[in-house]
């Protein structure tokens, strides 16, 4: 009997998406700027580069994984445990069945409390074949920004 690849639930480009947010997420420093001016241009809009209490990068992420279900959370968990090298490729269901065992309700959590998931994410589903480079090159960054802005 033949043994078969690995196979993703959750989509390379869903995954991206939260790869991108997560970096924009950790980019973000604490409010530095207390005498902000009424007018972003005034400050230099180093505002945007802060943490606020409503947040639209934490929003995004959370209206990306949320909806994950629990395959979905399984696999999104799984790549980064993969990409940090806790487990190869070839332990991929002993990946995802670790995954199993996390509380849906903190993959966020994981996600957002280390600087390095968003590498480690990546890094995973290169070992799937799919680089980031190639999602950015693609029509649906694009077509998912037109969606955003109409």
Do not use: C
């Amino acid at each position: 009997m033949a043994v078969r690849d690995p196979v993703l639930v959750l989509s390379p480009e869903t995954a991206f998406f939260i790869v991108l947010k997560a970096r924009e997420f950790h980019a973000k420093v604490e409010p530095v700027d207390p005498d902000e001016g009424s007018n972003a241009a005034d400050d230099r809009a180093v505002d945007v580069l802060q943490f606020q209490g409503d947040d639209a990068v934490v929003e995004e992420l959370v209206s990306a994984i949320g909806p994950l279900n629990e395959d979905e959370r399984m696999d999104l968990v799984a790549l980064i445990w993969l990409g940090r090298g806790d487990y190869d490729f070839s332990q991929w269901a002993e990946a995802r069945e670790a995954a199993r065992g996390i509380d849906p309700s903190h993959a966020l959590d994981r996600l957002l409390g280390s600087p390095l998931a968003s590498d480690d994410l990546e890094e995973g589903l290169s070992l799937f074949g799919h680089s980031l480079g190639d999602y950015l090159n693609s029509g649906f960054v694009a077509a998912r920004d037109e969606l955003l802005t109409a």
